[in-house]
C-alpha cells in the first residue's frame, strides 16, 4: 500500500512533464552559450580603454544569503570618443586596491560599450559556464528519456 495515498499526484512524471524539462534545458543551455560567446568575443576582438572609479559600493547579496557584492562603478573613454559609465561585481581583492578616482583599465565590447570589465575581471568563469550546460544537458536528457519512456499498460489505460 502507497503510504502518500492515490490518485493523481501520486503518479509517475508524464510525457508533457518530460517535455517542460527538455524544454527548460534547452532554453538554459541556449542562455549560457549566448553570455559565454558574447565574453569570449569580448576577450578576443574588445577594445581595451583608460577608465576611473566613480565610486565603490558594498552591497548585500539578498535576504537569504550572508554573502556581499563588492561593485565598481566606473567610467571610461570609447574608440572613436565619448565616456562609457558602468558598474560591476568585482572580486574582494580589486575592490580593496582601488579607490574612488584611481584608474583602471577596461575591456569592453566594441558594439555594445555597455558590456565591459574592469582590469583582470571577466565574464562569466569558465567554470561557472561548464557547471551550467551540464545541468543543463542533465535536465534536457532527463525529460528527453521521460518523453521517450514507455508506460505500462495500466498507465496507458488511465490516460
Known sequence: MNPFGS???TQRMSRMDGALLLL?????FVMVLAIFKRDLRIH???????GRVARKE?????????GRDYVLHYGFTRQGGGWQT?????????????RAGSGI????DRDDPGHSYPEGEGGIPLVLAALA???AGGIGITGLV????????????LS
Open 146 to 157: 521521460i518523453m521517450l519512456r514507455k508506460g505500462t499498460e495500466e498507465e496507458d489505460f
Open 58 to 66: 558594498v552591497r548585500a547579496r539578498s535576504r537569504l544569503s550572508s
Open 105 to 108: 583599465q577596461v575591456l569592453y
Open 24 to 28: 527548460m534545458g534547452i532554453i538554459v
Open 133 to 135: 550546460f551540464l545541468m
Open 7 to 9: 490518485g493523481p499526484h
Open 86 to 98: 558602468a558598474q560591476r561585481a568585482v572580486s574582494k581583492d580589486l575592490y580593496e586596491r582601488l
Open 44 to 50: 578576443t576582438e574588445g577594445a581595451w580603454a583608460q
